[in-house]
């Protein structure tokens, strides 16, 4: 009889085996276009969230931060854009659900101003239920999802600075 020790052992090896068989990996550093030693981050419009998750992943890379645009690889997020719309209302007229979208249009150049990828737009949507009578709680978990959306926006600028280094070389 197996005791429950190494059949513990073995389910885990199992498991190990199917997750490292289906290509599953950690993410990695980011590994942008022309490793550059330092970045200067522009964000216009809000300077706040987007600017300092930017600056954070950046950071967490490896990637030195640049307080001058002079001599050193930009990325700007030329335009950034945060909506709300209501998307279901009761039959009184008002909302029950609303939908939140933040779109981005970012660009990646030279020290000399040649762009390094073509400059592209992102666009996140999310969406939550309204209730007047938990009108305090919704806007605290409406600021928690519009802070994820920058974070998940972040990502998905870095990610696809990654793919173009990759498409490019």
Do not use: W
Not at 18 to 30: H, Y
Not at 85 to 98: F, P
Request: glycine share 8%; hydrophobic share 40%; net charge positive.
């Amino acid at each position: 009889m197996i005791n429950k020790r190494a059949l513990t052992i073995l389910l885990s090896f199992i498991a190990l085996a199917f997750v490292t068989s289906c290509g599953f990996q950690l993410r990695g550093a980011v590994n942008l276009i022309a490793s550059p030693q330092s970045v200067y981050v522009s964000v216009q419009g809000q300077q706040g969230i987007l600017k300092r998750q930017l600056s954070l992943s950046l950071h967490a890379n490896g990637i030195k931060l640049s307080s001058t645009s002079q001599d050193v690889v930009a990325l700007a997020v030329e335009k950034q854009v945060f909506s709300r719309r209501v998307i279901t209302v009761d039959r009184r007229g008002r909302a029950l659900e609303y939908g939140l979208t933040l779109y981005v249009k970012v660009s990646y150049k030279s020290s000399d101003g040649v762009d390094l990828v073509d400059p592209f737009g992102l666009q996140l949507e999310r969406d939550f239920s309204y209730s007047d009578e938990q009108a305090v709680g919704k806007t605290g978990e409406e600021e928690q999802i519009k802070e994820a959306m920058y974070k998940d926006m972040v990502q998905l600028i870095l990610r696809r600075l990654e793919t173009q280094k990759n498409n490019a070389g």
